[in-house]
């Protein structure tokens, strides 16, 4: 815990009584790890004895095969997966990729996809995003993926709209009902924090192996944010606004369809960003459980060391994320423009009808090229083994090699394994209680109640020392993601310039699949746990870096002047002005560094881990449900234990500045 | 229904934001103060509120923020449901319509204007304006012609196909007024229109808003916090203070006598001549002897100034626009209005 608290200086004039409960919780921890030490702890009191452990999860299989069998749900989720579900991805699957299946139209010439994508850049944002629509698209057909995109993208095109309508429903069912909301809030959070491998075992017992458990897992996983914003916006909505809807004498459902979900349009729309996006990462994943696609060739070339192909594969996923997320993000900042009266119809619909004109064009070219309709095994430009050779050569460099197997056993060796040895010699109480007074020490008096009850059940669930390696790999992680984002965040927000290109770059890398992190780290240190923290670090260090530069930037520029103008130094300003107005917003990255990491670790699984995730991943190809629950519940309480103490933390303080 | 029947009538108003405002007000002991009600845990938004608004008049409720001035439009139009008392409009206790009844009343009856415009912010200016007939289900031809008039009659035209946020602020606000116009209401609520405009603005739109009322003769209930701005407008002021109202009365009458010292801290730096009229400072007549020709009533004191001086009449004859002698004005009283001596 150590490492973690220096992070967070306690600014806090903390009362006497605090200060006791604080003590009083550490000396109890101290004197159960010197009783260990000195070898006269009763083992009942360093690991929960087997006996004692309750059999959560057989008791889980029992209610989940209750609810399945005898009431029948199962036959409720296979008639959606078998009947509405599967029609729906039959019938993209078919335009998209192909498949034999109705309407028998598909698959659509690549061609014509490119120039749509093409025009429906230029219609959002310009010839720039008409560029990296169409570039994407030619990319995909030249580099030999068309098919296996597709196979994704059309598990995407019917997950992401359904997940946008029932996310928009919910959302507003939690706007209008208050105990719905309530109801809803918590389990939303848990599924935030929830690993991925949790969604989708139910989902392939429930909806059947193949793409409808594929798209079911994708819309659980995309929902939670289109609610939060659908709430968000419609709570929004300016009473002005209101008003004039009710003056006007709307009734209740004119006002929904014509005042409120228009006037939350932005938020509504930075909803669907969200589901597009959070649709690919997990499309992606849905490789483990056996998906066809861009993830599962991405696995199977990973898996066997193919480094070039991965990296085309790696370069595939990010240029559709950047795609999918300029274009929906461009589409949330467009307003409507208005037109001259007297306008003529073919002018107003200008881009529409382009758009038909070259999509019906291209296709009819695609019969007489067939180039355009389809670029062949022995035709595609992929240079995968050439790449492979050029990194394996770049990698063999005698100075490459030696700084990245002398960083591997730096690690290893006198970081990793001693730390990891130390948490685990903990006695499982004495661990609670340090957990409990961080929490307590950060959050507050509830953040600490519920570390302890939520530490508690971990400690009982059975997996103590599996979630205790699951926590040893985030905090390594996050402590050196901190080591390094920070200082980076404060040195690009020194310049204007340099910070507004590294928030870009934060942002994009944002939207890259969390999968897309595991290349780079399997490349420098191969398959081991170096690999697996490497990746986890890159992928935290990106939120930290990012609300650094957001929390140093948004101080008020009298604040900064008023120091100047005290004749303070540079690193005076920084550290008695800037740090402490920007802390509270530092701390939304911090804790977003840990949610990340603790998503990250469990797909850090596939490189081979002695965590939760690597129980969880097993579980995958049994039909072990209680068992998959109880680990990613296990996952789930310790991140939102974080999660609270860390943005209580940062809520207070925010509140005691008088900011936001 | 009589001309002279009040078309807004208010008696004890009471709103009280809180847990529990019914059972509160049930127990609340006469006389208490916003003060002590404010300790209680309750804010009295409107408190004990008993007011009349006559056919065609213009009625502006004048208060500092937070006096309540808003609540008490809003009490008017039942976007908030009181707590106490009754409001009747032309007649019917609104408190007692259903919500089809008062969703009726709002499309016919009621037009509102808001201080932020209160716009969709996704609707051309037409479809805007047209808004409050299409909620009522007027067909597609119809309401595009309404709109276009009164699109018209705000002075918009060529812009209908902008959207909100290509317009200035007072632009914004005609759209916001031609909406509540389109459907044609006998009640115009309008919520400080003016007060997000800027000073240059705000007289354009002043002077357009009383060539409109010139025009439209509708029954007003105009919410500012701007007390030259009440002074220029209104045919009578209700000036409000934490929720209740300290005086109603027309403007000559607010200048001359302020009923309590709340209000005459208001009309202290008043140019008293420039607002008050001859036949608000007018006699009864009473078997004056009337001599030479009689002075407008309608006139202010400033206007008839040359007059005022240089006349040496110790009572100089008032008329009314048709030129009916109505009472007979002090020139002593009235120069001492105008050179600001009490």
């Known amino acids: 815990m150590a490492t973690l608290s220096t992070e967070i200086p306690d600014t806090s004039d903390g009362t006497w009584g605090r200060t006791k409960v604080l003590t009083a919780l550490l000396v109890t921890a101290l004197a159960l790890i010197l009783a260990k030490a000195v070898g006269v702890l009763p083992e009942w009191l360093n690991r929960i004895p087997e006996a004692a452990i309750p059999p959560t999860a057989q008791i889980l299989d029992a209610i989940f095969d209750f609810i399945q069998n005898d009431l029948g749900l199962i036959y409720v989720t296979r008639f959606i997966a078998e009947g509405p579900l599967e029609f729906l991805l039959d019938t993209s699957a078919n335009l998209l990729e192909g498949k034999r299946r109705w309407p028998y139209l598909g698959p659509i010439p690549w061609s014509a996809i490119a120039a749509v994508a093409a025009v429906v850049g230029y219609a959002v944002g310009g010839w720039r995003l008409a560029a990296l629509g169409a570039g994407t698209f030619i990319w995909t057909a030249a580099i030999g993926q068309w098919k296996i995109a597709m196979q994704t993208m059309s598990v995407i095109v019917v997950a992401a709209p359904l997940a946008f309508l029932l996310g928009l429903v919910l959302g507003i069912a939690a706007w209008k009902y208050g105990w719905f909301e309530r109801m809803l809030k918590p389990i939303l959070s848990v599924l935030q924090t929830l690993p991925f491998f949790t969604y989708l075992l139910p989902a392939v017992i429930f909806f059947k192996v193949g793409p409808t458990a594929g798209a079911v897992a994708t819309i659980t996983f995309a929902i939670p944010p289109m609610i939060l914003m659908t709430t968000l916006g419609l709570k929004k909505v300016s009473p002005e606004v209101i008003e004039a809807g009710q003056m006007s004498g709307c009734t209740r459902w004119q006002m929904l369809r014509h005042v409120y979900v228009p006037a939350a349009r932005t938020e509504v729309l930075v909803g669907v960003n969200q589901v597009i996006m959070l649709c690919l990462a997990m499309v992606v994943l849905t490789a483990f459980i056996g998906m066809p696609g861009l993830g599962a060739k991405l696995l199977a070339m990973m898996g066997s060391f193919k480094l070039g192909r991965s990296f085309e594969i790696g370069v595939t996923i990010v240029l559709l994320a950047v795609t999918l997320d300029r274009m929906s993000k461009a589409w949330v900042v467009k307003q409507p423009v208005h037109f001259e009266r007297g306008t003529p119809w073919w002018k107003r619909h200008q881009i529409s009808l382009v758009a038909l004109v070259l999509f019906v064009g291209f296709t009819l070219l695609a ?148 999968f897309i992190y595991l290349i780079p780290a399997i490349m420098l240190f191969g398959v081991n746990d170096v690999a697996v923290v490497f990746s986890i670090l890159i992928f935290a260090a990106v939120p930290l870096i990012r609300y650094t530069i957001i929390g140093l930037s948004s101080v008020p520029p009298e604040m900064t002047e008023a120091a100047d103008m005290s004749g303070s130094t540079r690193r005076q300003k920084l550290m008695s002005v800037q740090f402490p107005l920007a802390l509270p917003t530092m701390a939304v990255g911090f804790n977003q560094a840990i949610m990340f990491a603790f998503f990250m670790v469990i797909i850090a699984a596939f490189i081979g881990t002695q965590d939760l995730g690597q129980e969880l991943q097993r579980t995958l190809a049994g039909t072990e449900l209680g068992k998959n629950f109880v680990l990613g519940l296990n996952v789930s309480l310790m991140a939102l234990t974080f999660d609270m103490a860390i943005s209580s933390w940062a809520e207070q303080r925010k509140k005691r500045l008088g900011l936001d | 229904m009589s001309a002279t029947a009040p078309v807004i009538s208010a008696k004890n108003v009471w709103k009280l934001f809180g847990p529990s405002p019914e059972s509160y007000l049930k127990s609340l002991p006469a006389g208490r103060s916003f003060d002590e009600i404010r300790a209680d845990g309750y804010i009295a938004g409107v408190k004990d509120v008993s007011i009349e608004v006559g056919r065609g008049e213009m009625l502006v409720i004048m208060g500092l923020s937070g006096s309540g001035k808003s609540t008490l439009v809003r009490c008017f139009s039942r976007l908030h449901d009181i707590t106490g008392g009754t409001i009747e409009v032309d007649g019917q206790d609104i408190m ?179 607002v008050v009229h001859a036949k608000g400072l007018a006699k009864p007549v009473n078997g004056h002897a009337l001599e030479g020709a009689p002075i407008n009533g309608g006139s202010t004191i400033h206007e008839l100034a040359r007059i005022l001086v240089n006349d040496d009449r110790i009572l100089l004859p008032v008329a009314n626009d048709k030129g009916v002698v109505t009472g007979v004005l002090d020139r002593d009283t009235a120069l001492n209005v105008l050179l600001g001596a009490e």
């Not at chain 2, 089809?100 to 201080?115: A, D, S, W, Y």
């Open chain 1, 367 to 514: 019969q007489v090229f067939p180039i355009l309709a389809e670029v062949g095994r022995k035709q595609h430009l992929s240079q995968g083994k050439e790449i492979d050779v050029v990194i394996k050569s770049f990698l063999a460099i005698d100075v490459i090699k030696g700084t990245t197997e002398w960083l591997r056993w730096f690690l290893n060796v006198k970081v990793l394994i001693p730390f990891r040895d130390t948490l685990l010699a903990i006695p499982t109480p004495a661990f609670i209680l340090l957990v409990v007074s961080f929490a307590y020490w950060v959050g507050g008096r509830k953040p600490g109640i519920y570390a302890a009850i939520f530490f508690t059940i971990v400690a009982f669930s059975g997996w103590w020392d599996r979630s205790v390696i699951t926590l040893y790999t985030v905090i390594s992680a996050v402590a050196l993601a901190t080591l390094i984002g920070i200082p980076l965040g404060v040195v690009a927000a020194r310049s204007n310039r340099w910070s507004k290109s590294i928030l870009l770059a934060c942002d994009t890398a944002q939207t890259f699949p969390s």
């Open chain 2, 96 to 274: 007692s319509l259903s919500e089809r009844e008062l969703i009726e009343l709002r499309r016919n009856k009621m037009g509102m204007v808001f201080q932020s415009f209160g716009l969709l912010p996704h609707r051309t200016v037409l479809d805007n304006v047209a808004f409050p007939l299409e909620m009522r289900g007027q067909d597609r031809h119809d309401r595009r012609e309404r709109a276009l008039e009164v699109i018209k009659l705000v002075g918009l035209e060529g812009r209908e196909e902008y959207f909100p946020r290509e317009l200035s602020g007072g632009q914004q606000q005609r759209v916001g007024i031609a909406r509540s116009l389109a459907i044609e209401p006998d009640i115009w609520f309008l919520d400080e229109p003016f007060s997000a405009l800027d000073p240059l603005i705000r007289r354009e739109m002043q002077d357009e808003f009383l060539r409109l009322q010139e025009m439209l003769g509708k029954t007003i209930v105009f919410i500012t916090h701007d007390f030259d701005e009440a002074l220029r407008l209104a045919d009578r002021i209700a000036i409000m203070r934490n929720g209740a109202v300290e005086q109603c009365d027309t403007p000559d009458q607010i200048v001359m006598n302020p009923a309590t010292e709340y209000v005459a801290k208001f009309t202290e730096d008043i140019d008293k001549a420039r």
